[in-house]
Each structure stands twice: as structure tokens, then as C-alpha cells.
Nanobody, 119 residues
Framework: QVQLVESGGGLVQAGGSLRLSCAAS????????MGWFRRAPGKEREFVAH????????YYADSVKGRFTISRDNTKNTLYLQMNSLKPEDTAVYYC????????????WGQGTQVTVSS
């Protein structure tokens, strides 16, 4: 089992920046995939970005490409999401998630952290 603990959410004005962190503990594998998802008010949960833990290969949703950066620190077992040029439409609960490989569904989830962007 894997436990995911998130931090870094908060209130920021449009154009500002935030960095989310997700500390992972428990059983992990070299080919684990870790991702960020978000759910805005009245909308379905959507994919934001993911990273392959071992090699650091990344993938982004078009809506955040060029503004957000996903990364990881292997020594700290921590996932990050650097969010720049934030827009009000980025307001959502952000979730950290993990899965054992690229072919399976995400089966580990964090508690979520609120990001609010004011106009």
C-alpha cells in the first residue's frame, strides 16, 4: 500500500504561482506512475499531469502545458507540481495519485488540497 500526503494549496491571485507537494510512503516500484488530477466546482475530475517515477518522463494536459511543471525528488520520495501563471479556471481541489505501471488504473489517492485563484 501507498500513502500520499499533499500540501501547498492555498489562495492566490491570478497570474501568481503555487507549488504543490505530495509525499509518498509505503510500497513503491521503480516503474510507478504518479500524477496530479483536479476537480473544479461543478465539473468532473480531470487529468493534469503525470510522471514516470524511475526515468522522470512527463506528460501534461493541454490546458496546463507551458504553465505547470511536474517533478519528483527520489531522495525525498516527493512529487511536486509547480503552477505558474495561474488563472481563475485553475481553481479546484488538486489530488495526488499513483499506480504501479502505465497500464493500470490509478489506485492510490491523496486527500486533496484546495487551490483557489482569484481574479
Amino acid at each position: 500500500q501507498v500513502q500520499l500526503v499533499e500540501s501547498g494549496g492555498g489562495l492566490v491571485q491570478a497570474g501568481g504561482s503555487l507549488r504543490l507537494s505530495c509525499a509518498a510512503s509505503g510500497r513503491t516500484f521503480s516503474n510507478y506512475v504518479m500524477g496530479w488530477f483536479r476537480r473544479a466546482p461543478g465539473k468532473e475530475r480531470e487529468f493534469v499531469a503525470h510522471i514516470i517515477w524511475s526515468g522522470g518522463r512527463t506528460y501534461y494536459a493541454d490546458s496546463v502545458k507551458g504553465r505547470f511543471t511536474i517533478s519528483r525528488d527520489n531522495t525525498k520520495n516527493t512529487l511536486y507540481l509547480q503552477m505558474n501563471s495561474l488563472k481563475p479556471e485553475d481553481t479546484a481541489v488538486y489530488y495526488c495519485a499513483a499506480k504501479p505501471n502505465i497500464y493500470t488504473d490509478y489506485n492510490y489517492w491523496g486527500q486533496g488540497t484546495q487551490v483557489t485563484v482569484s481574479s
